[in-house]
């Protein structure tokens, strides 16, 4: 299939590791000129440099003032975002009880102000060309809240109220809006929260990953290649008409419809 996406730009927030380089690494291999964006600017360059077209922009969301300067510098070295894919790192596991205003506050600072300042920043030129394709990298908690990742579930969730609202208010203008969630992907940060588990409940990681790979149907976690290549999917020319949706790319870890 051709994916008409050759040529596009998209931009990849936090696309260093993990689902974000696994996205940037399938939206290039589709013809995409892709930037690479993360805080480490060696890790930046590395990456941009394995991508044919590909540029690297370094950069920390977290900064109020970072996702406007990003989305410059892009339009600056590309041409405006076409594509924009948004990721984070996740919160550090907790429960719900145990948290404060300070935590919650951070979570949402991290998972929902930096991607509104990136939309807000690309959207307005999308609706005028009448092409854009925005694309959450989000997390299976999103519809099944997931046991001790309170913070991520909250962030989350507020995001997933965002995009949804507003995939509705711009998809007359041929922009899309979706969400894609991973279950138990092969990441640093899925061996981090196994690590994490093992931790709390006194057994090993191996056991802890067992367990999980028992809960998913597919037996196995996914990869991050199988995740980028949906991910491309959903910011491509042939997935016109899927918008306002949340994808999962789980095994058929989550049980409800």
């Not at 977290?62 to 076409?82: M, N, Q």
């Not at 507020?158 to 279950?183: F, H, I, Q």
Request: charged share 20%.
């Amino acid at each position: 299939m051709d994916l008409g996406i050759s040529g596009r730009v998209a931009l990849v927030a936090a696309s260093t590791a993990g689902l974000g380089r696994a996205t940037a690494r399938a939206l290039a291999a589709e013809g995409a000129r892709v930037v690479i964006s993360g805080r480490r600017a060696e890790v930046v360059e590395r990456e941009a440099a394995a991508l044919p077209g590909a540029v690297g922009i370094p950069a920390d969301l977290t900064d109020p003032g970072t996702p406007e300067a990003l989305v410059r510098r892009t339009g600056e070295l590309l041409g405006p975002v076409d594509i924009l894919v948004l990721n984070g790192g996740g919160p550090a596991p907790g429960t719900a009880a145990d948290q404060t205003p300070e935590s919650l506050s951070a979570a949402v600072g991290s998972l929902l102000l930096p991607h509104q300042a990136l939309i807000r920043h690309t959207l307005p030129g999308m609706r005028e060309r009448g092409w854009g394709r925005i694309l959450a990298i989000g997390s299976s908690g999103v519809n099944e809240p997931l046991p001790g990742l309170a913070l991520s579930n909250a962030g989350r969730a507020a995001l997933a109220g965002l995009l949804k609202t507003l995939a509705s208010e711009v998809a007359a203008d041929g922009v899309t809006v979706n969400m894609l969630l991973p279950g138990r992907i092969a990441t640093d940060r899925v061996a981090a929260l196994d690590r994490a588990r093992a931790e709390r409940e006194h057994t090993t990681v191996e056991a802890v990953a067992a367990a999980a790979r028992a809960a998913i149907p597919a037996g196995r976690y996914g990869t991050p290649e199988e995740f980028g290549a949906a991910a491309a999917f959903l910011c491509s020319a042939p997935a016109s008409y899927v918008t306002g949706s949340q994808v999962r790319v789980d095994g058929g870890m989550a049980r409800s419809f």
